[in-house]
């Protein structure tokens, strides 16, 4: 079976001429073509092969044989739509529910993430009766229009373009560089003030919140991870304003975060969203989606009168692709193995962040990683040129890495979930080599003693707040069973 039809430079001329200028590629001055991929590797139409550290589409690693599997043999048998009976639906949709807390029980299944957004905002008006929209600066939850209303990551860039007066931008909950940092005492409570501020403000002028909607972690924002607690807050306040709270896992979910199948948990076991929408890998690049609510927000939207019907939604493929993802999860202990993982990807990033100045913060949970670069760890002046300088030498060395966060500084970290120490270690060794040559170009060195007075360079992650369990016996384990970077990379150009 041949995996080019065409070649590059003949790709590359019949996108130009028949596909939007708009639908941007990677790296636009050579971009790669990509011709198939196994596991967190990805490999070109020379055969030379690549290592996905951005890929969290392929949630369980590209074309992974029990998920093609599942496909193929339940589309040999059928594929329609809902309105017939069907196991594989309600199967599915029983071990989804599963996994989250039993107040949400009712799944409508959709094809992509920027599918369920939409639908839950429209849970959340019918339920309310109210319409405007919170959402958090940098945020963004999809590309349709009533998505890029309410993402700022995105509306931000309209020439001319104006903010819809129901909806209402809070700030980013960012203890790195945000509005209160992790020297502030309660951060928490801070943030979660400015989203009670912006409710009263609202109500002054007649309007009326039917929902706060985050990303658990934030992730186009820079890989943010809000303060414990601030969730809690905010949904308190917006309850209390006849509003309900919308979790987005699109990109955070399915164990990604190590201790917890679902990020919204590391807020803790007192905090459930009323609604949840997840994208992505439910289906590891099969275009299906979901959204779980609360018995009362189904049937309030019922009580509209309009049914709900989608064609490819909860098809008998689509749910026997997420059966296989699930089950592959539990299976291949892909949740501890982002734990694991995690944390040793995050150890060796902190060991960076003591060896190179432009290294400000080192954030995460699980096999979810962000490396904020500044130029001035006072100042925090971005270093945007710089991480898009790390990105494409990283590429020379084929490893697939991507910046992003309002600066572009931020270096993100979201690999399939079979991503091993071994190819944690690959990616740093690089990275490290990179900085190395990037601050001697620059002259910058890291001073004996770093000025801490804005408190965001001394902030240090307690094994709580990050997530991972820093015992001495797995960190034993983890440098018992690690390869060096130098025998990765061989393999890479194999």
Not at 122 to 127: F, K
Not at 172 to 192: E, F, L, M, N, Q
Not at 417 to 425: G, I, K, L, N, T
Request: proline content about 4%.
């Amino acid at each position: 079976m041949t995996t080019e039809v065409f070649n590059k430079s003949k790709t590359i001329d019949l996108r130009k001429k028949h596909v939007g200028p708009s639908c941007k590629v990677f790296f636009s001055h050579d971009p790669i073509k990509i011709v198939r991929a196994k596991g967190q590797y990805m490999y070109d139409e020379k055969r030379e092969r690549y290592l996905d550290c951005i890929n969290n589409v392929a949630h369980v690693g590209h074309s992974h044989p029990d998920v093609v599997k599942a496909g193929a043999e339940q589309m040999e048998l059928l594929n329609t739509n809902s309105r017939f009976l069907h196991d594989n639906l309600v199967n599915y949709a029983q071990k989804l529910q599963a996994t989250l807390p039993d107040k949400l029980s009712v799944c409508y299944f959709v094809n992509s993430g920027s599918e369920a957004n939409d639908l839950a905002l429209r849970l959340a008006w019918q339920y309310t009766g109210h319409k405007d929209i919170i959402t958090l600066d940098n945020a963004y939850h999809g590309h349709v229009s009533s998505l890029i209303d309410i993402s700022p990551y995105k509306f931000h860039q309209l020439a001319g373009g104006e903010q819809k007066q129901s909806v209402h931008v809070a700030p980013s909950p960012d203890v790195y560089r945000g509005k209160y940092r992790a020297d502030h005492p309660d951060p928490a409570t801070a943030y979660a003030g400015d989203v009670k501020d912006i409710i009263t403000n609202a109500h002054d002028k007649g309007h009326k919140i039917a929902a706060f909607i985050a990303e658990s972690l934030q992730s186009c924002g820079g890989q943010i991870i809000p303060p414990a607690g601030y969730f809690q807050k905010v949904a308190e306040c917006v309850r209390q304003a006849g509003g309900i709270f919308i979790a987005d896992e699109v990109q955070v979910g399915f164990g990604r975060v190590g201790t917890h199948f679902w990020a919204f948990q590391l807020q803790g076991e007192d905090f459930v969203p009323d609604i949840v929408t997840m994208g992505k890998p439910i289906g590891n690049g099969h275009p299906m989606s979901c959204v779980v609510t609360t018995r009362e927000v189904a049937e309030a939207f019922m009580s509209s009168g309009m049914e709900y019907f989608n064609t490819f939604g909860g098809n008998p493929v689509s749910c026997a692709i997420g059966l296989a993802v699930l089950d592959v999860i539990e299976k291949e202990d892909l949740q501890g193995n982002a734990l694991r993982v995690g944390l040793y990807l995050y150890n060796l990033l902190e060991q960076l962040k003591e060896k190179h100045p432009l290294v400000g913060d080192i954030r995460g949970r699980g096999l979810f990683v962000g490396v904020e670069l500044v130029k001035d760890r006072v100042k925090l002046t971005p270093a945007t040129a710089e991480a898009q300088e790390v990105i494409y030498k990283l590429k020379e060395q084929r490893i697939l890495l991507s910046a992003d966060g309002p600066h572009r500084n931020v270096l993100k970290f979201k690999p399939p979930m079979c991503f091993s120490m071994e190819d944690a270690d690959l990616a740093v060794h690089e990275i490290d080599l990179i900085l190395t040559d990037l601050e001697n170009a620059l002259g910058l060195h890291l001073p004996n003693q770093v000025n801490t007075e804005n408190g965001a360079s001394k902030r240090k992650l307690t094994s709580e707040e990050n997530g991972h369990d820093r015992t001495k016996g797995l960190l034993h384990s983890i440098e018992s069973t690690q390869k060096g970077p130098e025998q990765q990379k061989k393999r890479l150009r194999t």
